[in-house]
């Protein structure tokens, strides 16, 4: 590959990488044509791209955007996504399948350096959809509660005054 066609690699990564706010790096040894098509067909749905590029052109454009890098080693994918979440989820299922494969080498999450057990607690979390369903769930819970409450008086308030009134019709 000739200088400026390196160039122009390293340029189009950096840009991609500002807008990111996860970078996954991964190890796809093991992993046949086949499969990788797969797990790049699964990223690519999801709004994730995968990389493959050598590894002195990738640190290259990582400390270019503005995150620093760490030394990569063997072969290595990186995945570039904006939802870190879900693309630590496809990466983790996807090597569930597959042998465990590709392996996580480590990653940058909002500028910050993570490792394999802190991305496997980044696939556990649930959806972004499912986090905002239980938020409405518990901002909704205690305002039923105060509507019961409030429902519960009133009722009580009713049957004091028909009370009241039975009472003077007696008298």
Not at 80 to 106: M, N
Not at 126 to 135: G, T, V
């Amino acid at each position: 590959m000739k200088r400026n066609e390196k160039e122009k690699l390293v340029t189009e990564l950096s840009e991609k990488l500002k807008g990111a706010t996860s970078l996954y790096y991964t190890d796809f040894t093991g992993l046949n044509v086949k499969r990788m098509t797969e797990l790049r067909r699964r990223l690519k749905k999801a709004g994730i791209e995968y990389v493959v590029i050598k590894n002195t052109l990738a640190l290259r454009a990582v400390n270019d955007s503005g995150l620093v890098g760490e030394k990569l080693k063997g072969p290595t994918g990186l995945v570039v996504g904006r939802d870190p979440v879900t693309a630590a989820r496809l990466l983790t299922d996807f090597a569930k399948e597959f042998e465990q494969k590709p392996e996580f080498k480590g990653g940058l999450l909002d500028g910050k350096s993570i490792d394999a057990k802190q991305m496997k607690r980044l696939a556990s979390l649930p959806s972004r959809e499912q986090m905002l369903a239980e938020l409405g769930a518990g901002m909704q819970s205690p305002m039923a509660a105060f509507a019961g409450a409030l429902n519960g008086f009133l009722s009580m308030f009713a049957g004091a005054l028909d009370a009241l009134k039975s009472q003077r019709e007696g008298a």
